[in-house]
């Protein structure tokens, strides 16, 4: 994955720069927004990674101008600002996602990994999601694992839908609670694992390996290891 | 004094000079002049308190008032004396016309003999009317008119004109209103009433409105000059206390005449103003020391773990435990210094413009189902009774943090004693125009004493010391909630801690007539039978 850092910070840049091509990305950097806009433009990247306070092109305005030259790179915001309305209004401003200061590496990383396979992705989103012998039907809201019908809550249902779209992808709690549950908020609590552990039982016992997986430090994901 | 003419004359003949005189000094004006400048920089220090006082909004009242004032005297004065006059006109012209039918009797009775002798007698009487009878050609018979106008006795009826009485009064001619009455056979008779005493009255009314438009403004001078004295004063004493609060003097406050006057309303906002500036310095205060105290010691709890580890860690294992428990603290740091930010710019009272209609229900319920596996495993039970489609204005993330913070703190802290009900109730419902939500626990609850305090940051109960947490949670509600215009209130569940949040509800426009209802006027309402589309 090809990935842009529009960061003026010298170190936190650095530190990204590192931390993503330690995982096998190419991520290149930009120090101020004029010249990310330019990188962005002509640079063919699947992600953009963005500051929202840069100097002599803001990350909005940044993300804005290339919207309106047809360009859809996805692209993630940073902020150090917590207003409440601000990633609303950075997502008005045409981001994709959202994420304040300071981060975990890993939750950027997830959802950087989650952005650039969803540019991949084709427009019309499956009706039937299958991981192995586990196939969740979106149209008929069945779920079965080796024939087996699995019962579960509507927002159960969510859970697993939204785990097994991004399939052999890290899922943060986080993100979760966002898109599972639309809440943008902390709960500080670890009521996300209370509900994938309600799950998992349901997914995973009784059957020979699990689905469900929990990348320590990071999240979940849902991948099937018996291949 | 010169005439209204000479002072036409010598303006219009002074100003084309003066003009060409300042004319060439304008265009030079683009330089500063010193001289000019300093001749009258020398006065304005003796002049000052003046100028001041003509600039106040109560000088230009004053004068305002001062002239239209004048204006109402002049008005009255000139009407009463002009009903006055009109008055003793019509007394006199009655007195005339009286007088003359009485002698046109006496005429026609006893013939112009008889006239005449009347006429005589009566001229000779003190403060006598006016008489004279004559000759169709004009020759005086009798009367005590000496000389009139040319053409009067040819005019019949009623006419003003000059008169003398003698003929050494000739000079000095009197006015007279007087009536000329064709008498039978030519002869013509003139009654008339000196007009002296009309004239005397309107002398007396100009000098009455004389006086009094000078009392007029004499008076409203002092007036105006006590009421701008004593506003000036009283302002500046508002300038001055505003100086020294700028100063650093922030305990200072307006003062409060008590009249309740604009000043007195308007040094009351002030001092609201100065009030609400006050607590939300105190606020920051606070937080400056919150940081100062409550973030520095798990700082430095953090800084001496990192430092134990890079001392005594013997493997490479010990290492990195040590720094994962680094990063957990430094995570929890990061949280706490996210609510206090937050709770402080709730405090601050900025919204942000992401206020909508929220239907209150559902986040609610959506909350208490994200949290009933939560509660499941602490052993406890989550009850939501909400009342369905409850509108609230306000901000979703905020509301939804608020209640979080609640459900949060009654799992953690709501577990009873022994054995008794562990149910926990989310219950949300319209109380008249508000609507009331309410979180309740079953465990100790808080003391009367303190559930005042709980609000506060950072403020932990010794009960729940050993749990997790900062202290900030209520707090953050309670922020969300004044944010929102609401109340928050500690009650006792008995046994247990209920928290109720009030908040504005959003009227709903459907309530104001039961649903069957519209679907029953849309007929009706189509009388004509046209098709609708």
Known sequence: ?227 | MTSPADAKAFSSEASPGSREETAPKQELGALPRFDGTRSGAGRPKRQRLLPTLFRTTAFKLAAAYLVIFSIFAVLVLGYVAWNAQRLLTDQIRSTIDAEIQGLAEQQRQGGIRRLVNIIERRSRGPGASLYLVTTPLGERIAGNVEALPPGTLDRPGESEIEYARSSEALDTPSRALVRVFMLPAGFRLLVGRDLEERERLGIVIRRAAGWSLALVFVLGCFASWYVARRVLKRIDGMSETAHGIMEGDLKGRLAISGTGDELDRLALNLNAMLDRIGELMAGMQQVTDNIAHDLKTPLTRLRNKAEEALRSAKSPDELRAALDGSIEAADNLIRVFNALLMIARLEGGRAGDNMAELDLSEIVSGLAELYEPLADEAGLALACKVEPALKIQGNRELIGQALNNLIDNALKYGAPEQGGDGTVTVAAHLQGDQVELSVADHGPGIPQADRGRVLDRFVRLDASRSKPGFGLGLSLAAGVVRLHGGQIRLEDNAPGLRVVIALPAVPKPVETRPPSEPAASTAPSNPAGLPTV
């Open chain 1, 1 to 227: 994955m090809r990935l842009l850092i529009v960061e003026d910070d010298a170190e936190a840049a650095a530190y990204l720069t590192k931390a993503f091509r330690e995982v096998g990305h190419v991520a290149d950097h930009a120090a101020d927004g004029l010249v990310g806009y330019a990188m962005a433009e002509g640079g063919g990247y699947d992600v953009l990674v963005v500051d929202r306070m840069l100097p002599r092109l803001d990350g909005l305005s940044l993300i804005r101008s290339l919207r309106e030259q047809k360009d859809d790179t996805p692209a993630l915001i940073l902020s150090a600002l917590a207003q409440v309305d601000d990633r609303v209004k950075g997502l008005r401003a045409g981001g994709d996602d959202y994420l304040p200061k300071p981060y975990a590496f890993s939750e950027l990383l997830a959802r950087v990994e989650v952005l650039s396979r969803r540019r991949g992705a084709p427009a019309a989103e499956p009706t039937v999601y299958r991981v192995g012998e586990l196939v969740l039907d979106r149209l008929a809201h069945r779920v079965t694992r080796e024939g087996q019908e699995i019962v579960l809550q509507p927002r159960e249902f969510r859970l697993l839908e939204y785990l097994m779209k991004h399939a052999g992808q890290v899922v943060t709690r986080t993100m979760l609670l966002e898109n599972v549950w639309d809440y943008h908020f902390d709960p500080q609590t670890n009521v996300i694992d209370v509900h994938v552990s309600r799950l998992r039982a349901k997914v995973d016992k009784g059957f020979e390996h699990a689905m469900i997986h929990t990348i320590r430090g990071a999240g979940y994901m849902v991948r099937d290891i018996a291949r």
